[in-house]
């Protein structure tokens, strides 16, 4: 039987667990990769974002442009709330 530090040094270490795996998936966002072989996102949406690896690579190669335009375009964007 364990003693009653034992317990209370277990529940501290799965105290700690479980606030690791709460920050790690805090985001909800995840990334898979399809049955095709393409990068899926989760967690954005209802569906997830999928994109072959070549597709991706051009759109971060866009990042700056793509938030330049939500800049510009904000007034006439949407917030999901």
């Known amino acids: 039987m364990s ?4 317990l209370k040094a277990q529940v501290a270490a799965l105290l700690a667990e479980n606030e690791s795996l709460k ?3 805090s985001k909800g966002i995840s990334l898979k990769v399809s049955e095709k072989g393409g990068v899926s ?6 569906f997830p974002v ?4 070549e ?3 051009k759109l971060l190669d ?3 442009d793509l938030r330049r335009f939500i800049a510009d ?3 006439k964007l949407k917030a999901k709330e």
């Open 41 to 46: 996102v989760y967690g954005m949406g209802r």
């Open 3 to 6: 003693t009653e530090e034992e």
């Open 73 to 75: 375009n904000d007034s």
């Open 23 to 25: 920050a790690r998936t």
């Open 50 to 53: 999928t994109l072959y690896k």
């Open 62 to 64: 866009m990042a700056d």
């Open 55 to 57: 597709q991706w690579l």
